[in-house]
Nanobody, 128 residues
Framework: QVQLVESGGGFVQNGDSLRLSCEVS????????IAWFRQAPGKERKWLSR????????VYTDSVKGRFTVSRDTAKNTVVLQMNNLRPDDTAVYYC?????????????????????WGQGTQVTVSS
């Protein structure tokens, strides 16, 4: 089993930055990747990025490339989502998720059912 806990959400202004963390515990040695998703009110949960645990490589959806960056804090067993130049349409609940299977195609990495374990989510609100 893998446990995930997100933190770092909050209320910010248009153009601000925010840093979200996903603390990983349990069988982290079994993980292939950690993904970030977000879900705005009344909308589907959308994939943002997938961080490949063993090679420390990340792929992003086009809408966040250049603004969002994923990194890993090995000492804290945490995956960090650094979000810059935030906009009101970034307002959502942000989730991290873990996948134990290899997955490389867009169809695979972007599907919520590709991920077995989920955190509880953290709210990000961007005011204009």
């Amino acid at each position: 089993q893998v446990q995930l806990v997100e933190s770092g959400g909050g209320f910010v202004q248009n153009g601000d930055s925010l840093r979200l963390s996903c603390e990983v515990s349990g069988r982290s040695d079994s993980i292939d990747a950690i993904a970030w998703f977000r879900q705005a009110p009344g909308k589907e949960r959308k994939w943002l990025s997938r961080f490949y645990w063993n090679i420390s490589e990340t792929v992003y959806t086009d809408s966040v490339k250049g603004r969002f960056t994923v990194s890993r804090d090995t000492a804290k067993n945490t995956v960090v989502l650094q979000m810059n130049n935030l906009r009101p349409d970034d307002t959502a609940v942000y989730y991290c998720a873990a996948d134990r299977e290899h997955c490389f195609t867009y169809l695979c990495v972007s599907r919520t059912d590709s991920y077995e374990f989920w955190g509880q989510g953290t709210q990000v609100t961007v005011s204009s």
